[in-house]
């Protein structure tokens, strides 16, 4: 089992940033990749960024790309994520989630564990 703890949410006014954190305990931390995902009311959960086991691989969708940064500390069990020129549109929960394989993935069914979610609120 793997425990994940998100903090760092808030509310923020368009072209800000927030940087959000999520900390893990339990199973190795390192062996996991690491995962952040959104939802906003009525909508799916969406990707938003990605990291692999070790840090060296990540991913994000265009929606983010050059304004979203994932990184991780396997030595400190967390993996973040900065957030800047934030939009409205960025308005969701946002949830840490770990994967199994390792390597970075976009789909949720690849993450074994989720947090309990952060609530981000960028006002226009």
């Known amino acids: 089992q793997v425990q994940l703890v998100e903090s760092g949410g808030g509310l923020v006014q368009a072209g800000g940033s927030l940087r959000l954190s999520c900390a893990a305990s339990g199973r190795t931390f390192s062996n996991y990749a690491m995962g952040w995902f959104r939802q906003a009311p009525g909508k799916e959960r969406e990707f938003v960024a990605a990291i692999s086991y070790s840090g060296r691989s990540t991913d994000y969708p265009d929606s983010v790309k050059g304004r979203f940064t994932i990184s991780r500390d396997n030595a400190k069990n967390t993996v973040d994520l900065q957030m800047n020129s934030l939009r409205p549109e960025d308005t969701a929960v946002y949830y840490c989630?770990?994967?199994?394989?390792?390597?970075?993935?976009?789909?949720?069914?690849?993450?074994?564990?989720w947090g309990q979610g952060t609530q981000v609120t960028v006002s226009s």
């Open positions: 989630a770990a994967g199994g394989r390792g390597w970075t993935s976009r789909a949720p069914w690849d993450y074994n564990y």
